[in-house]
């Protein structure tokens, strides 16, 4: 018996099959068009470093542990000073760290995560620590994250265009509501800070090599430093 496949049930089959056939092809130019780079690591800071950590507990609003829970907006009149001020072209920070920039993308758009990992043998807080950058400009997400357990914290955040498709960023990370622990980095684990957006106008190097990392090493929430940039604060 010969069975007899319907004309418009033929048809169907046939869609179907041009269908799958078209978004196989789609796939795999989104995967050609997708790119991951990674820059080599370089170190900062000094070898070893004094830190004092705050006391108080999550949610004590009047402990210096809360200090940075919450931030007030420094508005500016006139320029920026960063626009003055020469470009950073080496890694610096005040805490022993190593840095690298990774880049997962496209042309149009993807991530750029400095990753930062404590090359100490002591524990590090980065709880008010300012973190100053160039990049593309025009980000967004500016997620904090780490390679153990953290908190989620809230940002007093600022980006200056440069007007040649970069921008400075500067951010002092504010976090609230969690234990001591997860507000420190231990030694050999990284930390990591992302941004969104399209690429260009700057390397991952170039990147790299422009960071500023500002612990607060006395508990004094490095108010000044924000002050000094015009910082707004953003919910985490």
């Known amino acids: ?29 989104r995967r050609a068009g997708a790119e991951v780079t990674e820059t080599a690591a370089v170190s900062g800071g000094p070898n070893s470093v004094t830190q004092t950590m705050p006391t108080g507990g999550p949610s004590q609003y009047s402990t210096p542990l809360e200090r940075c829970h919450t931030g007030p907006d420094y508005p500016l009149s006139g320029t920026n000073p960063i626009l003055s001020e020469p470009l950073t072209t080496t890694f610096t920070s005040n805490l022993p760290l190593t840095v690298k920039v990774r880049y997962d993308g496209t042309q149009w758009y993807g991530t750029w995560e400095l990753i930062f990992t404590n090359r100490s043998s002591q524990t590090q807080h980065v709880d008010c620590a300012v973190l100053i950058f160039r990049a593309p400009d025009n980000a967004d997400q500016h997620h904090y994250s780490a390679s153990q357990a953290f908190g989620h914290p809230q940002q007093d955040y600022l980006e200056v265009p440069r007007g040649d498709g970069t921008s400075f960023y500067i951010a002092r990370l504010g976090f609230h509501d969690v234990p001591l622990a997860q507000r420190n980095v231990d030694p050999g684990h990284t930390f990591t ?44």
């Open 193 to 236: 800070y992302k941004i969104g957006g399209a690429p260009g106008g700057i390397t991952g190097e170039q990147i790299r090599d422009s960071i500023r990392f500002q612990a607060d090493l006395n508990v004094s929430s490095n108010t000044a430093l924000v002050r000094k940039y015009g910082t707004k604060r953003l919910a985490n």
């Open 1 to 29: 018996m010969q069975l007899r496949i319907p004309r418009i049930l033929f048809a169907a089959v046939m869609a179907g099959i041009l269908l799958i056939t078209v978004l196989w092809s789609l796939t795999q130019s």
